[in-house]
């Protein structure tokens, strides 16, 4: 597993910036409720032609997920899995 540290040391500034936005208005926040605010966070990045790694995504979703209960994890993983898969094909 990848040192969030180490991903942040070499992110680009305005991605370490909408990461910053995104966890604080997640906070206390649902899976469903955040869905509006990760789209909205991916158009940002698009509108400065960014977009984030594999590494970068893994890191955004440990820090989203952090307060969540282990079911809502567990979606999580589930959704990253179909997500992975339909890009497999």
């Known amino acids: 597993m990848t040192n969030p540290n180490d991903v942040l ?3 680009h500034p305005v991605k370490i910036q909408i990461i910053k936005e995104l966890d604080e208005k997640a906070k206390g926040k649902d899976m469903k409720q955040m869905a509006p605010l990760i789209m909205e966070a991916m158009q940002k990045l698009r509108a400065q ?3 984030f790694s594999q590494e970068e995504v893994t890191m955004l979703l440990r820090i ?14 589930m959704m990253k899995k179909i997500v992975k898969d339909r890009g497999k094909k």
Do not use: A, S
């Open 64 to 77: 989203l997920t952090k307060d969540m209960t282990p079911e809502e994890k567990k979606k999580v993983e």
């Open 49 to 51: 032609n960014l977009t």
């Open 9 to 11: 040391k070499n992110m």
